[in-house]
């Protein structure tokens, strides 16, 4: 029977939800695209043409003669018209960008606001581990795919971190503080301060923090100046700060001029006045995440600096890439830490949430008996729950049993011992034979003669090809978790 790709109803979701910030399909409307545009057009030669060509006919009017007023006149409103149109429509056309990204940053929240906590958590375990399993573990669009769904993921993990450093009593600012006072009383999934201030700034922050590489100057950078050159390279240090620099400039110049506030529409003044004073406290809480997430150091800028840290491992947009080396991501924040690069507590409230690996990422375990003794085979399973109870031990999706493919399995709770990405579970398996270890891969692994030269003791697998199949992307409903 021929196998069903495709997406089900939560990844579809997902995916065009990807396709709204950062299309692959070049249609020139998603928000990353929509920015590129907006810094090609900026300072438009037409607009100040325009402009310089209404101050002549002006001049020129200002000492005319009687004869020539007439014409002049009417050259000055034929001019005034044409640049009242191209204004309005760029005011139009800011206001459908900054309308666009107040609905995704909507969108992003809403699909991971659960009726409890725990759903909410299952929701968002779910996407971000679809995130991460429609993003290729090897092959040639590694780079160029994570540079598209980076975004999403690290938007998702900051309204996590959100929520634990409130939990955690971590937090110390006082707009975020009141504003979570203010929605106590209300219920979680309705539109409240909560939301409207403080959740869809923060993923709108997210959207917008590397929104400057867009601009043609970073660009430039990137490409080099004959537009031939790799822009997922490692740049030298000096490149590497200045484009830093400019995105940073870039990403502050387009929250500013290439959205601005929102338009209110009504006949009310006092709902004006007070729609436009909301939006600009909104705008001036973006712009300070945003502004701190570069020297954060306890404060609030850790909402957008550690996610980002996080992300950049997990979903890295440059070339050199290992996929067994992800889990890596808990043990580099600890190690900032020590260096004095991020504040520990923010950091061990993430990796809380998060542990060492990442949601959707492919585990090998050696599995044990009804007796709890160690079998002599390793199976696959698929991390699909966050909040594990140590950073070592993620609870996973099994899927395959007794060596064979399925959809139908249970949760895991996997010990850090029988996992085969740590060296001690990996020496379990050397006096096995290698016979009955290539035994093993031959039965989890398509087109085995090719990939004989595969490791006999994987410390991890790639569960891309899994996933495209409708029927096993259902990794998140609700199943007991057994302990291995």
């Known amino acids: ?38 810094f090609q057009q900026y300072g438009n030669d037409e607009l100040t043409q325009l402009q310089q060509r209404q101050a002549e ?8 003669s009687k004869g020539a007023v007439a014409k002049l006149e009417q050259k000055l409103a034929e001019t ?44 968002a375990a779910r996407a971000l581990g679809t995130i991460q399993l429609m993003s290729p573990s090897y092959g040639k669009q590694i780079a160029v795919t994570n540079q598209r769904h980076k975004h999403l993921y690290k938007a998702i993990l900051a309204l996590l971190l959100l929520q634990q450093l409130l939990a955690d009593q971590s937090l110390k600012n006082r707009y975020v ?19 409207e201030d403080v959740q869809i700034p923060l993923v709108m922050a997210c959207l917008l923090q590397d929104i400057g590489l867009q601009h043609p100057q970073v ?37 500013l001029e290439g959205l601005g506030l929102d338009q209110y529409i009504g006949n009310s003044k006092a709902e004006r006045e007070s729609f436009l004073a909301a939006e600009q406290t909104r705008q001036d809480f973006v712009l300070h995440l945003l502004r701190s997430a570069i020297t954060p150091e306890d404060g609030i800028g850790n909402l957008l600096k550690i996610p980002q840290v996080y992300t950049s ?13 992800l889990p890596k991501v808990g043990p580099l924040l600890k190690a900032g830490v020590e260096k004095g690069w991020y504040p520990a507590a923010i950091v061990r409230s993430l990796l809380k949430i998060t542990g060492y690996f990442p949601q959707g990422y492919g585990i090998t375990y050696i599995p044990k008996d009804s007796d709890k003794r160690d079998l002599d085979r390793y199976e696959y399973a698929i991390v699909n729950t966050l909040y594990p109870p140590e950073p070592q031990t ?14 139908t399995g249970g949760n895991v709770l996997l010990s850090a011992e029988n996992i085969l990405y740590f060296p001690a579970a990996q020496q379990k398996l050397e006096r096995v034979s290698e016979e009955r270890l290539k035994e093993i891969l031959s039965k989890l692994v398509s087109n085995f ?13 790639h569960p891309d090809e899994y996933f495209l199949t409708t029927k096993n992307q259902n990794l998140w409903n609700k199943s007991d978790t057994t302990k291995n």
């Open 394 to 407: 993620p609870i996973c999706r099994q899927v395959t049993r007794n060596l064979t493919f399925h959809n």
């Open 57 to 64: 006919y002006q001049r020129k009017l200002d000492d005319a």
């Open 219 to 255: 660009q430039q950078l990137l490409r080099g100046a004959d537009g031939l050159a790799d822009p997922y390279r490692l740049l030298p240090a000096a490149e590497r700060q200045q484009l830093l620099s400019l995105s940073f400039d870039f990403s502050q110049q387009y929250l």
């Open 449 to 461: 003669e090719e990939r004989i030269a595969m490791d006999l003791i994987p410390k991890c697998w």
């Open 80 to 123: 005034e018209q044409q640049l009242k149109a191209l204004q309005q429509q760029a005011l139009q056309n800011r206001l459908d960008r900054v309308r666009q990204l107040k609905s995704i940053a909507k969108r992003v929240v809403t699909l991971i606001s659960g009726e409890t906590p725990d759903e909410t958590r299952l929701l």
């Open 1 to 38: 029977m021929a196998k069903m790709y495709g997406d089900d109803t939560a990844s579809a979701q997902i995916r065009d939800l990807l396709q709204s910030i950062y299309s692959a399909d070049a249609d020139g409307t998603s928000l990353y695209e929509q920015a590129g545009w907006y």
């Open 177 to 195: 503080l009141a504003k979570w006072l203010d929605s106590q009383d209300l219920p979680a999934n309705s539109s409240s301060p909560w939301q």
């Open 313 to 325: 491992v997990v979903l890295p947009s440059k070339q050199q890439y290992s996929y067994d080396s």
